[in-house]
């Protein structure tokens, strides 16, 4: 169980980072036609999204008992969704060494970190404005 988790997670990153780079070649972030954003179905599948993300969050501020880590990684969820999920899995997946402390990863406190959501936080913001460039040009 334990490898597959960690193939799991690691193929989420590797799709997530090939369909966002693929997306971005084919327009901006922030250029979405009007027909698509204000599609019924595009507003439910949003909300299903951001409601999954922050379900996933409320189990990470759990864990992370620093308020500064708990607030990074919200941020870092809201801007980069699956991939911040998979990161985050991943590093507690391979915190562990044998599927016998599997348990480990769901139930364990941690004293939070900030580095990697600091990471996240900063360079999901980059990423952001630098596709809304094309609202202000």
Same mark, same amino acid.
């Given at each position: 169980?334990?490898?597959?988790? !960690?193939?799991?997670?690691?193929?989420?990153?590797?799709?997530?980072?090939?369909? /966002?780079?693929?997306?971005?070649?084919?327009?901006?972030?922030?250029?979405?036609?009007?027909?698509?954003?204000?599609?019924?179905?595009?507003?439910? /599948?949003?909300?299903?999204?951001?409601?999954?993300?922050?379900?996933?969050?409320?189990?990470?501020?759990?864990?992370?008992?620093?308020?500064?880590?708990?607030?990074?990684?919200?941020?870092?969820?809201?801007?980069?969704?699956?991939?911040?999920?998979?990161?985050?899995?991943?590093?507690?997946?391979?915190?562990? !060494?044998?599927?016998?402390?599997?348990?480990?990863?769901?139930? /364990? !406190? !941690?004293?939070?970190?900030?580095?990697?959501?600091?990471?996240?936080?900063?360079?999901?913001?980059?990423?952001?404005?630098?596709?809304?460039?094309?609202?202000?040009?």
């Amino acid at each position: 169980m334990l490898w597959f988790l !960690r193939i799991l997670f690691g193929f989420v990153i590797l799709t997530m980072l090939a369909v /966002t780079s693929w997306a971005s070649g084919q327009c901006a972030l922030f250029s979405i036609p009007r027909e698509v954003f204000t599609h019924p179905w595009f507003i439910a /599948t949003l909300f299903d999204a951001y409601w999954a993300f922050i379900t996933f969050y409320v189990w990470v501020a759990w864990k992370e008992q620093s308020p500064a880590a708990r607030v990074l990684w919200f941020v870092a969820i809201i801007l980069w969704g699956n991939l911040a999920m998979a990161l985050y899995m991943l590093v507690e997946v391979f915190r562990i !060494r044998q599927s016998s402390q599997l348990g480990e990863v769901f139930s /364990t !406190r !941690r004293p939070g970190k900030i580095g990697l959501p600091a990471s996240l936080t900063l360079l999901g913001a980059i990423v952001y404005l630098l596709g809304a460039k094309a609202l202000f040009a």
